[in-house]
């Protein structure tokens, strides 16, 4: 299973950015993929994640109504779009997925917002 992050950087408050994470390794369209971060000095939590198909997602309060998280099983890849970004939501955002009850992460990608 490999997991690659992308799309990560340096937004000023109330920008976008469009994560990526490319999978390989596995049956991507089997699975439900996540997306965590992780601040300075604080736990890791979960942002959203989505079903197999994508007909099911799901939100982490802290992004409701401004972060979309999609796939595409033919790219196989899963996205998280996140708008009107705030200072608090700088972290390494990971993708994850769960097979036969392993966790796998990517490495990570840095976003920071701030002016």
């Known amino acids: 299973v490999q997991l690659v992050e992308s799309g990560g950087g340096l937004v000023q408050p109330g920008g976008s950015l469009r994560l990526s994470c490319a999978a390989s390794?596995?049956?991507?369209?089997?699975?439900?993929m996540s997306w965590y971060r992780q601040a300075p000095g604080k736990e890791r939590e979960l942002v959203a994640s989505?079903?197999?198909?994508?007909?099911?997602?799901n939100y982490a309060d802290s992004g409701k109504g401004r972060f979309t998280i999609s796939r595409d099983n033919a790219k196989n890849t899963v996205y998280l779009q996140m708008n009107s970004l705030k200072p608090e939501d700088t972290a390494v955002y990971y993708c994850?997925?769960?097979?036969?009850?392993?966790?796998?992460w990517g490495q990570g990608t840095q976003v920071t917002v701030s002016s």
């Open positions: 390794g596995f049956t991507f369209s089997s699975y439900a």
């Open positions: 989505i079903s197999n198909t994508g007909a099911v997602t």
């Open positions: 994850s997925t769960v097979r036969w009850g392993i966790n796998y």
